[in-house]
């Protein structure tokens, strides 16, 4: 009988022991930030690629016209939803964007104007994106 209750015992306790918690941790906007996206829809002509590191630093492969991309490097911060950014020669950027992530999903508003809405899908920049860009140099700081 003993040995009856001490396998119920045992078994009860590995029942209780099985469930895995939720381990489901929700990521913060920062880090849903940094990656890689790709423009799908913008409030002028052109094709952008935006990489955001988790040192603050960004790639931007930006084609506003025909040939190829132009690579601008800089630094951004986010402060709750709003993202603001410097280029390497200390510019600011013509705007700061409240942004909102679903999925792999980001929109970019601009504050000065909300109608200035950028969209971006998360998305690897492609090899000749990144070969073929034309690196701009805004400052003598180290590209």
Partial sequence: MRKLIYMMAALLTLAACGKKPDNK?????????CGEWHSTSLSIEADIYISF???KTFEMYQQITEGAHRLYRGTWNLEETLLTGKYNDGEDWAAAYDIAIEGDVLTLTSVNDAAEKSVYKKTAIPEEVENGCAVVVKSTAAL
């Fill in 53 to 55: 590191a988790e040192d």
């Fill in 25 to 33: 941790t929700e990521l913060t906007l920062e880090q849903q930030l």
